[in-house]
Structures are given as C-alpha cells and as structure tokens.
C-alpha cells in the first residue's frame, strides 16, 4: 500500500501535479491525511506480547501500559495502517469542501504547496506558493531539533533520485522503477533501503525565512541534488519515527511544516539543477 514508496502514491494521487485541481482532475478538492496516522501506530507493545490480546509469557513490557489500555478499547481493523480515529480528516475534508463548492474564498483549504527552491552559500531556501496561501503563511511547529526531524531531507547522491523501486526477491536486484523521468535504472549493489536512507536524504532543521519561505542551513553537505518533504517510508510515518523513545502516542498532526491556520505543507519532491529546484512533470516549481 505504497511502502516504502509512500511519497511517489502521495504524488500520483494528484497526476504528479502536486496539487488539486489541475490539468488532469478538474472540479477536485482533497483533505491531507498523511500526518493523521493512528497515535498507536507503532505495535512494538504487541509484538512484544504485552496486550490482553497477545500475550507472550516472560515479555518485557515496560512503558506498553497507554498502549494497550487504547487497543483493549477500540483494536485496529487490519493494523494501523487504517487508523481508528475518523474526525480529524473528516473535519479537514469538510472544511476544503466548504472552501471549494460552498463558499469559495471564505475559509482556507489547503496548507502550503512548493512553487520553488534556491541554493546559495550553504543556505537552501524553499518557497511556497504565494497566492494559494491567500492571507495565511508558513509556520514551522516545534519538532526534535536534536534529531534533525523537521522531514525536509536534502539529497546528497546525485544517482539515487527515485519515485518507486521494486525489488526481486529471488536475485536481490533492486531496480529503480522511476527515475522521475518514468525511466527505469539498476544501480548494481544498491538496495531497496539506500535509495531511502537518512544517509543518502538526511534530514536538515528548518527556519520561518519569511511569510511564504523557509530555509535550511545545507553547508555541511557540499553540493545537493534534491529536496523532499514528508515523502514518508517505512518506519517513518507520521512525523514521530525519529523521535526519543517514550510510551506516549504520536500526536495528530505532527509535522512540522504547516499553514498559519494549521494545514500541514503538502509532500513535495524535487530535483535541484544548477541551483535551482526542478519538479517532476508536469509539476511546476520554479519560482
């Protein structure tokens, strides 16, 4: 269900246009619920064997108490990859419904969308389209600073930009399915993981650089080939993966990159070509 090329589906579910309504979906409007996972989401208590419904005798189940307690009341159906509470999403769909069909221009529908990048003296600037935030402005939320998890990554290998891989179980060969180009490339020894890695897209902390920008200090990677936000995958999900362990829920709407009114950013990916961003077609980003 999109793991762990969860970004690229993000990306398809608007045409690749990064933004509803376009081209190719006209009379459309969306509700984001990639940052709406279930607070539960992570099922290290479960596996463990700490909860009424799967006891392991001798687990060690320290800190699994709020977690089990929230599963004993209302369980996943099909694990939390369907997550349990309905009304977040539901008052944002309603919310961009009303903007859209009922009253056009009366309330905000949509948080911040890319509509450019620079790189200049170590400093990475992304802008964010200027007319779609209407009166509203980016705002950066409190995240771990220490851990480097605002989920804007910065690509540091030029060869390893990719949409979706596909690995072959039986020979271990990891193919790049899109390249971004709807091309398909082998990278002869890279793994499924690599393309992925915070080693290859590190995460980098993040600043208001004004009302429709923000920046990034980028010095210490030299040159950069791409930028992502909250292109999520596998053990990442919901802006809380890289947080200090702990047994509290992952809180609704964590990611840091929002509206001013608290609609979160919406994933973006591009490449940086001499300089600049260059988003993937028919995407536009070169403001």
Not at 14 to 37: K, V
Request: hydrophobic content about 30%.
């Amino acid at each position: 269900e999109g793991h762990p090329d969860i970004g690229g589906m993000y990306f398809a579910q608007t045409a690749s246009y990064g933004d509803l309504p376009n081209a190719a979906f006209p009379n459309t409007f969306y509700a984001h619920a990639f940052d709406l996972g279930d607070p539960f989401s992570n099922i290290t208590c479960y596996s463990k064997g700490c909860c009424p419904n799967h006891i392991i005798p001798g687990a060690f189940c320290n800190g699994c108490n709020q977690y089990c307690d929230s599963l004993s009341k209302t369980n996943y159906y099909m694990g939390p990859i369907h997550p349990r509470d309905k009304l977040p999403v539901a008052k944002r769909l309603a919310q961009a419904c009303y903007g859209t069909v009922y009253e056009p221009g009366k309330v905000a529908i949509k948080g911040p969308i890319i509509s450019g990048c620079s790189v200049s003296e170590g400093t990475l600037t992304v802008n964010f389209n200027k007319q779609l935030l209407g009166t509203e402005t980016v705002v950066v939320d409190d995240y771990q600073r220490h851990n480097n998890a605002s989920f804007l990554q910065v690509l540091t290998n030029s060869t390893l930009f990719c949409l979706q891989t596909e690995s072959n179980k039986s020979t271990g060969v990891t193919i790049c399915r899109d390249d971004g180009t709807g091309k398909s490339v082998i990278h002869e020894g890279v793994s499924a993981s690599t393309y992925q890695s915070l080693s290859t897209w590190p995460m980098v902390n993040v600043e208001v650089g004004g009302p429709y920008t923000i920046t990034a200090d980028v010095s210490e990677f030299g040159d950069i080939f791409g930028i992502r936000y909250a292109f999520f995958n596998k053990g990442y999900s919901d802006c809380c993966g890289l947080n200090d362990p702990t047994s509290d829920p992952c809180p609704l709407a964590s990611c840091p990159l929002k509206s001013s009114s608290g609609l979160p950013t919406t994933p973006f990916i591009a490449r940086i070509v001499d300089g600049k961003c260059e988003c993937i077609s028919p995407q536009v980003c070169d403001v």
